[in-house]
């Protein structure tokens, strides 16, 4: 029994003065059907002759209606909060699955569209001989120098033979051997061309198709900075190869 219901009673006791033998508690079970038939056909010989109870029923009545009308609209604030407060959680949820899938479209589609950065091995591999220049030697004016012999060797391709005809014959009245003993040494890989590049003159364009060769030769032994000093100076000349030079630097610095 509630604390309000047992203060309505003691008032109501105190007011009526208990002019009837039932206590609040069997008022009470009346009101809510709960007394046994015996208990009913007592409580009601007693309510059609006693006025005090009639009153008090009455009382009882109307106090109990207005707590469970409290009650009733206690609880229904109640379920509109919870209500409320589970359309915000849903919403949110919502906001943060749509948040979510957007982020992992925008990863995906990144990881889609963004090219993965060559290694220095497969831009070398992409770029080796790609673009070999054909042998002619137009200014060969030594009848000692093998000409048939060195362009040969260069196409089969015996390098270190081709070098060694070129690189006899490199000066600078016949600029092509030194050209093209720089090359055979840097498609070697293990010759060494310095004398043959200090005699070969610092234009275009055999200087800077040297500097593209080299450029590959560096990205072969992983030698990252001197391939990208290389072809930094392609792309500021700006007639060899620049487009080229641009799009490994790019692939070289992600």
Known sequence: MSEEIKRIDGQIQNN???????VEEDIIRFIRNELTGEERNV?????????????????????????????????????????KRNAVKKWIYILLVAISLIAIGLII??????????EMKVIYANNYQKYRPP??????????????????AYNIPEYEKAFR??????????????????????YDGDINY????????????????????EALFYLHENNKDEAIGNLEKL??????????SLEILEKLRQ
């Open 16 to 22: 009526l003065g208990m002019n009837h033998p039932f």
């Open 43 to 83: 409580f009601d010989k007693e309510l059609n002759s006693n006025q005090s109870l009639v009153d008090e029923v009455r009382r009882v009545k109307l106090s109990i209606s207005a707590i469970d009308i409290g009650g009733e609209q206690l609880l229904k604030q109640r379920f509109k909060k919870l209500e």
């Open 109 to 118: 589609k990144k990881g889609i569209s963004k090219e993965k950065p060559l």
């Open 135 to 152: 042998v002619s030697i137009r200014n060969g004016e030594n009848p000692s120098f093998d000409k048939s012999a060195a362009i040969e």
């Open 165 to 186: 005809l070129f690189n006899a014959e490199c000066s600078e009245s016949n600029q092509e051997a030194c050209f093209y003993a720089v090359l055979s040494a840097l």
């Open 194 to 213: 310095q004398r043959a590049k200090n005699n070969l003159v610092e234009n275009p364009p055999y200087s800077a198709i040297v500097l593209w060769y």
């Open 235 to 244: 792309s500021e000349l700006g007639i060899y190869k620049m487009d080229e």
